[in-house]
C-alpha cells in the first residue's frame, strides 16, 4: 500500500473578479507541497475574462 504523500491538490481563484461584478470565475488548480508552504498560496496567473495577469489565492 502506498504512503499518504505530502502534495495536495489547490484550487487558485482570482481576487479581483469579484469585484468587478462580471459573470464567471477564473480558476486554476495546481499542487502544492504541504510541508514546504503550509500557508495559504498566492500566485500572479492570467485571467481571461479581464485579459491580465491578477493574484490568485488559494481557497479551501
Known amino acids: 500500500m ?3 504523500g505530502n502534495r ?3 484550487i487558485l481563484e482570482c481576487t479581483e473578479h469579484k469585484t468587478t ?3 464567471g470565475t ?3 488548480i ?3 507541497n504541504r ?3 503550509p500557508d495559504r ?3 500572479r496567473k492570467f485571467n ?3 485579459k491580465k495577469y491578477t493574484v490568485h489565492k488559494e481557497i479551501k
Do not use: D, F
Open 2 to 4: 502506498a504512503k499518504r
Open 21 to 23: 461584478g462580471q459573470p
Open 35 to 37: 510541508k514546504n508552504t
Open 26 to 28: 477564473s480558476r486554476y
Open 30 to 32: 495546481t499542487t502544492k
Open 48 to 50: 481571461a475574462v479581464l
Open 41 to 43: 498560496m498566492e500566485l
Open 8 to 10: 495536495v491538490q489547490v
